[in-house]
């Protein structure tokens, strides 16, 4: 796989997560859980093949991205309805997660690609 097939599957990943995340007014998913499942896993299998793809380019880029997205994703499992502090963190790191996202992604489609697959066999 090249950077440019794991760039589009990125891509992918980010639509299937906002698609996801429908809820009402009062919270509940509105989203099917296989969608969601899908989301997680397409998610989980782009933040693992991006961070090994980019370990050895920007090691400080794959440490943020991996911390911002697990807050994005764990974080809003603890949102309260009414106004606090933590809905402000949960905010913000969708949006840090989005700017780091599209860091990312242009990483991928700039870097070179290896023949190593990515450090795998």
Same mark, same amino acid.
């Given at each position: 796989?090249?950077?440019?097939?794991l760039a589009f599957i990125g891509i992918a990943? #980010?639509?299937?997560?906002?698609?996801? /995340?429908?809820?009402?007014?009062?919270? @509940?998913?509105?989203?099917? *859980?296989?969608?969601?499942?899908?989301?997680?896993?397409?998610?989980?299998?782009?933040? !693992?093949?991006? /961070? *090994?793809?980019?370990?050895?380019?920007?090691?400080?880029?794959?440490?943020?991205? *991996?911390? !911002?997205?697990?807050?994005s994703t764990v974080a809003p499992f603890f949102? =309260? =309805?009414?106004?606090?502090?933590? @809905?402000?963190? +949960?905010?913000?790191?969708?949006? +840090? /997660?989005?700017?780091?996202? *599209? #860091?990312?992604? #242009?990483?991928?489609? =700039?870097?070179?690609?290896?023949? =190593? @697959?990515?450090?795998?066999?």
């Amino acid at each position: 796989m090249n950077n440019t097939v794991l760039a589009f599957i990125g891509i992918a990943a #980010y639509v299937l997560r906002v698609l996801a /995340s429908a809820s009402d007014e009062v919270g @509940n998913p509105q989203a099917p *859980i296989w969608l969601i499942l899908l989301a997680f896993l397409v998610t989980l299998f782009f933040v !693992v093949f991006a /961070s *090994i793809r980019l370990w050895s380019l920007a090691k400080y880029t794959v440490v943020v991205f *991996i911390i !911002v997205e697990l807050l994005s994703t764990v974080a809003p499992f603890f949102l =309260t =309805t009414e106004s606090s502090n933590l @809905n402000i963190l +949960v905010n913000g790191a969708g949006v +840090v /997660s989005f700017l780091v996202t *599209i #860091y990312v992604l #242009y990483l991928l489609f =700039t870097k070179p690609n290896r023949d =190593t @697959n990515g450090g795998l066999a």
